[in-house]
């Protein structure tokens, strides 16, 4: 029972907890290389239970009511698509980080604060998750990375004073403990101060954000001015293509999944090596790249607009409406209270929820996933598409295919001198391959593969032996290739299923496969 409330009768506070029981299971005599290869079914099943209502009750507490499923029960305590299994991509590396962690308050400057200060001192907009989601409250923040602290002081007296007077103290303060010293000996640096990132960020216009915990996982472009804090995850990306694959059903239900929950609200956390740097962009075609970009850029321009025409909306008010009235889903819509109406009216939430309507679609398209477009109920199916394509990415990334996502940036410089760092991704094809299995051998011959290992090894041989045949082959003909010991040969048809997935094998009407 993963999410479960409880109320504390002392003092009221309102928690949410889980509730786990486990139990023994035999083995019936397996041994452990036995394992590596048994099927998940031949495990005992668990019972995940799920509060789907929770009401005040007659005594302590609240009563709830509960769904039930059954299944394998994975380590992030659910039951379905293995999301928990899913792993970083090279292709996702290297282009997002949290924002600067301050470590002293004194670095925040009202706007007539900052302008008592030096007008060319490094002071520059700053952002919270409150300022994207609410209102931003226009403070800025005092930056001197880069600088020593002399030279701020001959440069800049008066910003120099100011944080010398305002986080001085509290660094010296804190001298003591474990961290203290390095940030009372660099106390008119922010704690963080994030080199990784501004690196990312050289050179770039505008960069995406979101909220590490926010009610609606929303994503946005940021003006490259403008200070992120330690609350926003950054990611490296100017080109709106990307925002639009962020902001898409597709990327904003494998965050709810793989991400975690935070408070009595039950927030999402956005977590960056789980959420992000997992997750498979689809491999879109220039068209379907365009419309995408175009509806991110409609959508971000929407959304700015009406907040800055209104000065009463909030992001947040904006997608608590989309959500009551069915962000895609009119069947579910909810009746709006009259300040709701307001919202609606005043932020053309009927555009908004068009916009995002159109971008589910054209992102599912650039999968390749028509059979989901229109069905927003159907996460599991497409939970369990992302892990497939998750792991055979990681098998490409194995032969050497990284499908860069900002290539000029992340790739090695063999392959920026091979001309790939001008802004296109280069094609899986076109990227060096380290060498693979042999073509396939077909049934009855006497040279045959060890089965390998690992998971995307795997997935990576049986590819290759489905590319290289000339001719349809049937599972059966696939597994002589192969040898090995244990039950590998349990596993080969949901190896052949998951490169069904990724559009790497294909099945013909008699049974056969061809890659």
């Known amino acids: 029972m993963p999410d479960h409330?409880?109320?504390?009768?002392?003092?009221?506070?309102?928690?949410?907890?889980?509730?786990?029981?486990?139990?023994?299971?035999?083995?019936?005599?397996?041994?452990v290389e036995d394992s590596v290869d048994?099927?998940?079914?031949?495990?005992?099943?668990?019972?995940?239970?799920?509060?789907?209502?929770?009401?005040?009750?007659?005594?302590?507490?609240?009563?709830?009511?509960?769904?039930?499923?059954?299944?394998?029960?994975h380590a992030d305590l659910s039951v379905g698509?293995?999301?928990?299994?899913?792993?970083?991509?090279?292709?996702?590396?290297?282009?997002?980080?949290?924002?600067?962690?301050?470590?002293?308050?004194?670095?925040?400057?009202?706007?007539?604060?900052?302008?008592?200060?030096?007008?060319?001192?490094?002071?520059?907009?700053?952002?919270?998750?409150?300022?994207?989601?609410?209102?931003?409250?226009?403070?800025?923040?005092i930056d001197l990375f880069g600088f020593e602290a002399d030279e701020v002081r001959r440069r800049w007296p008066a910003t120099y004073q100011w944080v010398l007077e305002r986080v001085k103290p509290e660094r010296d303060a804190k001298a003591q403990t474990p961290d203290g010293a390095g940030y009372a000996k660099f106390w008119w640096l922010h704690g963080k101060p994030r080199s990784e990132l501004r690196k990312m960020l050289a050179g770039l216009p505008r960069y995406i954000a979101t909220g590490e915990t926010a009610k609606h996982r929303v994503f946005q472009f940021l003006d490259a001015a403008i200070a992120p804090d330690n609350k926003l995850v950054c990611i490296a990306?100017?080109?709106?293509?990307?925002?639009?694959?962020?902001?898409?059903?597709?990327?904003?239900?494998?965050?709810?999944?793989?991400?975690?929950?935070?408070?009595?609200g039950n927030d999402s956390v956005y977590v960056k090596s789980r959420c992000f740097e997992t997750f498979p962009f689809p491999a879109a075609t220039a068209e379907q790249q365009a419309r995408i970009r175009d509806l991110a850029e409609q959508i971000d321009a929407h959304r700015k607009r009406v907040l800055a025409a209104h000065a009463e909306l909030t992001l947040t008010g904006l997608y608590n409406v989309l959500v009551k009235v069915g962000a895609g889903d009119t069947a579910n819509a909810m009746p709006l209270n009259a300040k709701e109406k307001a919202i609606?009216?005043?932020?053309?939430?009927?555009?908004?929820?068009?916009?995002?309507?159109?971008l589910d679609?054209?992102?599912?398209?650039?999968?390749?996933?028509?059979?989901?477009?229109?069905?927003?109920?159907?996460?599991?199916t497409l939970l369990a598409r992302l892990?497939?394509?998750?792991?055979?990415?990681?098998?490409?990334?194995a032969q050497g295919h990284v499908r860069w996502l900002r290539p000029e940036f992340q790739a090695p410089l063999p392959l920026r001198e091979r001309g790939w760092g001008e802004g296109a991704m280069p094609r899986a094809e076109q990227l060096p391959l380290s060498p693979g299995p042999s073509p396939a051998r077909g049934e009855g011959s006497s040279?045959?593969?060890?089965?390998?290992?690992?998971?995307?090894?795997?997935?990576?041989?049986?590819?290759?032996?489905?590319?290289?045949?000339?001719?349809?082959?049937?599972?059966?003909?696939?597994?002589?290739?192969?040898?090995?010991?244990?039950?590998?040969?349990?596993?080969?048809?949901?190896?052949?299923?998951?490169?069904?997935?990724?559009?790497?094998?294909?099945?013909?009407?008699?049974?056969?496969?061809?890659?």
């Open 447 to 515: 040279a045959t593969i060890p089965w390998p290992v690992a998971l995307p090894e795997q997935l990576a041989a049986v590819a290759k032996l489905l590319a290289d045949s000339p001719t349809a082959q049937t599972e059966a003909q696939l597994a002589a290739n192969f040898s090995g010991r244990g039950r590998w040969k349990s596993r080969l048809p949901d190896i052949i299923k998951a490169l069904e997935a990724l559009g790497r094998a294909r099945r013909l009407d008699d049974g056969r496969w061809l890659g």
């Open 81 to 141: 698509a293995n999301v928990a299994a899913a792993q970083a991509l090279r292709a996702n590396g290297g282009i997002s980080s949290p924002g600067f962690k301050l470590h002293g308050a004194g670095f925040i400057v009202k706007p007539d604060e900052a302008a008592r200060l030096e007008a060319d001192a490094p002071i520059k907009p700053y952002r919270n998750g409150r300022d994207l989601t609410d209102r931003p409250r226009g403070v800025k923040l």
């Open 361 to 380: 679609a054209t992102v599912l398209d650039a999968y390749g996933w028509h059979d989901l477009i229109g069905q927003p109920g159907d996460e599991q």
């Open 387 to 397: 892990v497939a394509l998750n792991t055979g990415r990681r098998a490409e990334e």
């Open 5 to 31: 409330p409880w109320v504390d009768s002392a003092d009221g506070a309102a928690v949410r907890i889980a509730m786990t029981v486990g139990a023994m299971s035999a083995w019936r005599g397996m041994t």
């Open 344 to 358: 609606h009216e005043k932020g053309l939430v009927a555009v908004l929820r068009q916009l995002h309507g159109e």
């Open 237 to 264: 990306l100017d080109d709106a293509y990307w925002l639009g694959v962020f902001s898409s059903r597709v990327h904003v239900t494998w965050a709810m999944a793989s991400g975690s929950w935070l408070g009595v």
């Open 38 to 73: 048994t099927p998940l079914a031949y495990y005992e099943i668990g019972r995940l239970l799920t509060v789907t209502a929770e009401s005040e009750g007659k005594g302590e507490g609240l009563d709830v009511e509960l769904a039930e499923r059954s299944g394998m029960i």
